[in-house]
């Protein structure tokens, strides 16, 4: 199984990055039922206002290879989209458990 970790820093006021933020959240969580790789999501917007980072999502798939079937998915790609005007980071950790 490979745990794929992935934190996003969105720019513009917190209204703004809030308001993409959950419409990201809304379009990921959709996700397991259309991606037949992907087992679990989990998406959590961050709360605390002193911290920098703003979206982070935990996505469960079975093999390595299944990470790039994921990222490559027209739905995956789509929610992604979403955010694309106000990304200004990303991170990702992939390991295997």
């Known amino acids: ?5 992935v934190a996003f820093k969105l720019k513009g006021t ?3 990055r809030r308001e993409y933020a959950e419409k990201f959240k ?4 959709e996700l397991p039922s259309v991606i037949d ?3 679990s999501i989990e ?6 206002p002193s911290e920098t980072w ?3 999502l935990t996505a469960i798939v079975p093999t390595m290879a299944d990470v790039d079937k994921y990222a490559k998915h ?5 929610a ?11 991170a990702c950790v992939d390991y295997e458990f």
């Open 54 to 56: 703003d979206v982070v």
């Open 37 to 39: 790789v992907l087992e």
């Open 26 to 29: 809304a379009a990921l969580e």
């Open 14 to 16: 917190e209204d703004v």
């Open 80 to 90: 992604a989209g979403i955010i694309a005007p106000v990304k200004e980071a990303r």
């Open 74 to 78: 027209p739905a995956h790609v789509a």
């Open 1 to 5: 199984m490979v745990k794929h970790i």
């Open 43 to 48: 998406v959590g917007i961050n709360a605390n």
